[in-house]
């Protein structure tokens, strides 16, 4: 038991010398804190939210809808596949009076596909949710994973 107690009293005063060397702070008169710089670069802000079917989010002066789910041809998680399969999806997206309906086809497994572009913005599609347990299930609330990224800090 005195061994441990000698062990550790040696190991903390070892970590307590050797935490900061006196010497060289009074050298430099700034602490390791102060030598922080304006060039460390700051974060881009980065949402992830949810769009169920027929629901829209605003993205600047454009607006997307999540229209529908045209095929969900994904593998159940039950079930073992050769191909893990895919879902296709309409979205539509506004700008101003001008509408573009896109097909859009996500793998199983997910993927990071930029959907729009506007000058401070950009927005992915992650994944679609749920995904299915079992064959032929019918799954009603369908939802999108989207990724928004601020392009500008």
């Not at 970590?15 to 060397?21: C, V």
């Not at 454009?62 to 073992?80: A, E, H, M, Q, W």
């Not at 859009?104 to 729009?116: D, K, Q, S, W």
Request: a neutral charge; aromatic letters at 6%.
């Amino acid at each position: 038991m005195k061994f441990y107690l000698l062990a550790l009293a040696v190991m903390s005063m070892t970590l307590s010398l050797n935490a900061q060397n006196p010497a060289d702070v009074a050298e430099s008169g700034k602490s390791e804190e102060n030598l922080k710089t304006t060039s460390d670069k700051v974060q881009v802000p980065e949402i992830l939210t949810i769009l169920g079917v027929l629901k829209d989010m605003q993205v600047d002066d454009k607006i997307i809808t999540f229209k529908s789910v045209l095929n969900d041809g994904r593998c159940p998680k039950k079930v073992t596949c050769v191909w893990a399969g895919e879902a296709e999806i309409l979205i539509e997206i506004k700008d101003g009076e001008e509408s573009i309906a896109r097909k859009i086809t996500i793998p199983a497994l997910g993927f990071h596909r930029e959907i729009l572009s506007s000058p401070t913005h950009k927005v992915y599609i992650k994944n679609l949710t749920p995904y299915p347990v079992k064959p032929g299930e019918n799954i009603e609330n369908y939802q999108l994973l989207l990724k928004i990224v601020a392009t500008k800090p």
